[in-house]
């Protein structure tokens, strides 16, 4: 008959765990390691509100936006153009560009220039209260690689009596 041999007086037997130890300490310092050299975005975005207006033809430079009191007793449509870039001057592409604010939003993405143009469909158009003389709308961009941006009051409507 065999005769056990139990561990506990094995010297052998304590490698194991401090094996386990040495490892995981090992392995915990090589993924600190590989996370701290990822790279992080670290650029900022410059955006300009090149124009805006109430459609493609109208548009005028700058961001505000003129609406005569009989076009504002109904919701309308608004159309800006965003330029997007980083901080050397180099144009920021495929970047989702989203205006948002009273009521209505437009999104897109900008093209090898940079430059996106605006449009709030017809499910999402603009509409100013009766009592309402003015709103804004925000403006919010991500890209990959970059810091997002937001912006509050980006858009300016104007409503003339």
Not at 50 to 55: D, I, P, V
Not at 74 to 92: L, M, Q, Y
Not at 134 to 145: H, N, Q
Request: without cysteine; glycine residues 6%.
């Amino acid at each position: 008959m065999k005769k056990f041999k139990f561990i506990r007086h094995d010297e052998k037997a304590m490698e194991l765990p401090i094996n386990i130890v040495v490892m995981l300490v090992v392995g915990m310092v090589a993924l600190a390691t590989l996370i701290s050299i990822m790279p992080t975005p670290t650029k900022d975005m410059s955006v300009f509100v090149e124009s805006a207006g109430l459609s493609v033809s109208t548009l005028e430079d700058g961001n505000s936006i003129i609406v005569e009191a009989s076009t504002a007793e109904n919701p309308f449509d608004i159309t800006a153009v965003v330029k997007v870039t980083d901080n050397d001057g180099n144009p920021v592409r495929n970047a989702n560009v989203i205006l948002r604010g009273l009521g209505g939003a437009a999104s897109s993405t900008t093209d090898a220039d940079g430059i996106a143009t605006l449009t709030t469909p017809d499910n999402a158009k603009v509409s100013l209260d009766p009592n309402q003389n003015e709103g804004t709308m925000d403006l919010k961009i991500v890209a990959d690689g970059f810091y997002d941006y937001e912006k509050k009051d980006a858009v300016m409507i104007i409503k003339t009596r």
